[in-house]
């Protein structure tokens, strides 16, 4: 349980960024309730091999797009997504949040790729994640 809310935490961060990786700063500040996971963000590795290869492959399209992410901690209560991430769009209704649909199928198929092997999550999978991208538009 505890290394499937670890992989939670970092896919988190990885998805938004993906999908919106065309409309992104190059400096920006991503805010984490989970120690563990913003520690491996910021190492780009930690000690699930599977997770690393989603980390390799997040840092390679960062490296391509050339960002410079900062991770903050917060607390999960004063995360603008946790009660979104707990199925309560109560918040994000009132707020007048917009729903956008993602290439999901494309981007989760690239990031299982990258959990097998890290080699391709450096080379193949971070094209495919910039095609999920640039060929999305929201």
Do not use: L
């Given at each position: 349980r505890r290394a499937f809310i670890y992989f939670l935490e970092i896919f988190a961060q990885v998805l938004p960024v993906v999908v919106l990786a065309r409309f992104m700063p190059?400096?920006?500040?991503?805010?984490?309730?989970?120690?563990?996971?913003?520690f491996a963000l910021e190492k780009g590795y930690g000690k699930d091999r599977s997770i690393n290869g989603i980390l390799a492959a997040y840092w390679s399209l960062a490296a391509?797009?050339?960002?410079?992410?900062h991770f903050e901690r917060v607390p999960s209560k004063a995360n603008v997504s946790d009660a979104i991430s707990r199925a309560d769009p109560l918040r994000a209704w009132a707020e007048g949040w917009?729903?956008?649909?993602t290439p999901l199928d494309e981007i989760c198929e690239a990031l299982r790729m990258a959990a097998?092997?890290?080699?391709?999550?450096?080379?193949?999978?971070t094209g495919r994640l910039l095609h999920a991208s640039l060929n999305y538009l929201p």
């Open positions: 190059e400096i920006f500040i991503s805010f984490v309730d989970n120690e563990a996971g913003r391509r797009m050339n960002w410079h992410p917009t729903r956008i649909h097998g092997d890290v080699d391709r999550a450096i080379n193949e999978v």
